[in-house]
């Protein structure tokens, strides 16, 4: 198996048992709007999901503003540049 491979079947395991872990915890939607149906690392893994999120959208939008939009990375190369 390739590194890529592993590195990816682990973060979708670790993924998985969170969910899992969350599914049993909360009692259903009636628990959420209290902040009581996580624990509190799972309201910290979300939180810091949400400002990698953001983080990223911003850091594309930014790399867009000033250089345009051919200086923007997709898939390894430059998206404007024909090779």
Known sequence: MSTPLI????LFGITLCHYVLG???S???SGTSRGTAHY??????AVA???MSAASF???AGIIAFQGLRRVPVFG?????RT
């Open 7 to 10: 590195m990816f079947l682990c």
């Open 23 to 25: 599914a049993r915890r």
């Open 27 to 29: 009692a259903g939607a």
């Open 40 to 45: 509190r690392w799972q309201n910290g893994i």
């Open 49 to 51: 999901g949400d400002y």
């Open 58 to 60: 911003l850091g594309i």
């Open 77 to 81: 190369r430059m998206a404007g540049r």
